[in-house]
C-alpha cells in the first residue's frame, strides 16, 4: 500500500511542479538552486521536488519565464536569475485555475458520505 501511495505522490509532484515554479517566479526573480529550498520552506517542509530542473527548462523553452541576468545573490555568488513573463503568468493564472477546481471536485467527492 505504501508503494500505491508513493507513485500517487509522485504522479502529483510531477503534475503540479510547473505551476509550484511558475509561482515561484511570479513572487520575485530567482535563480534555479533557490527553488527546492523555497518549495520545502513555503510548504512547511510538506513538499519537496527534486526534479524541478527539467520544469524550468520546459517554462524557459516556452516562454513562460526568461533571462534576468546574472546578479549577486544573498549567499554572496554570482548566479544567472529569471523570471516570469506575461504569457507566464497568464500560465499560471489558468493552472491555478484549473487546480483549484479539480481539488474543490476531489474534496467533494472525498467528503461525501456513503449512504448506509
Known amino acids: ?11 502529483l509532484k510531477k ?8 509561482k515561484l517566479f511570479a513572487d520575485e526573480d530567482r535563480y534555479i538552486g533557490e527553488l527546492h529550498t523555497l518549495l520545502e520552506k513555503q510548504s512547511g517542509g510538506r513538499l519537496s521536488i527534486t526534479s524541478l530542473y527539467a520544469a524550468v527548462y520546459r517554462l524557459l ?6 533571462s534576468a541576468g ?6 554572496g555568488r554570482r548566479r544567472q ?3 516570469i513573463t506575461e504569457n ?9 485555475d484549473t487546480y483549484e477546481e479539480f481539488i474543490k471536485g476531489v474534496n467533494s467527492v472525498l467528503r461525501k458520505k456513503p449512504k448506509a
Open 70 to 75: 546574472s546578479r549577486v545573490s544573498a549567499d
Open 15 to 22: 503534475a503540479l511542479s510547473e505551476m509550484l515554479v511558475l
Open 88 to 96: 507566464g503568468r497568464q500560465r499560471f493564472a489558468a493552472q491555478k
Open 81 to 83: 536569475f529569471y523570471s
Open 61 to 66: 523553452g516556452n516562454g513562460y519565464i526568461e
Open 1 to 11: 500500500m505504501a508503494e500505491m501511495a508513493g507513485s500517487i505522490e509522485e504522479n
